[in-house]
């Protein structure tokens, strides 16, 4: 009769308690709201791109799902340096080698990575 698992939810105490759980609706509208946080965050990203307030960088970071740390982790560069190159002038003095490990952890060419779509 359905699909059981256990889940955690908060009880009128505030402790978490097992509860179970029939079902896809939790998951699903968990994953729809997941979903619209990330396309806000992708959405703004390519806005502030586009009015010239973030680099591109900063956009193709937020539509790979990725922060500073985890974007320099994949470009094997420092995450200091990856924070500068969110900016307008950082990504603007990117030595060519680096604009190329972000390329290769971001999956685009060079060219691909200096662009920011003019639609969602």
Not at 17 to 43: F, H, Y
Not at 63 to 78: K, T, W
Not at 86 to 102: H, N, R, W
């Amino acid at each position: 009769d359905g699909v059981r698992e256990v889940q955690y939810a908060v009880d009128e105490k505030g402790s978490y308690v097992q509860v179970s759980s029939t079902g896809w609706d939790p998951k699903n509208a968990a994953l729809i709201q997941a979903r619209e946080m990330v396309s806000a965050r992708v959405e703004a990203a390519r806005l502030r791109a586009i009015a010239g307030e973030a680099s591109p960088l900063e956009y193709h970071m937020e539509r790979c799902m990725m922060d500073p740390g985890l974007l320099a982790d994949y470009a094997a560069l420092s995450a200091r340096t990856a924070k500068r190159h969110l900016t307008p002038l950082g990504f603007a003095a990117a030595s060519a080698e680096d604009l190329q490990a972000y390329a290769r952890a971001l999956d685009l060419t060079v060219g691909e990575l200096r662009q920011v779509p003019d639609a969602p």
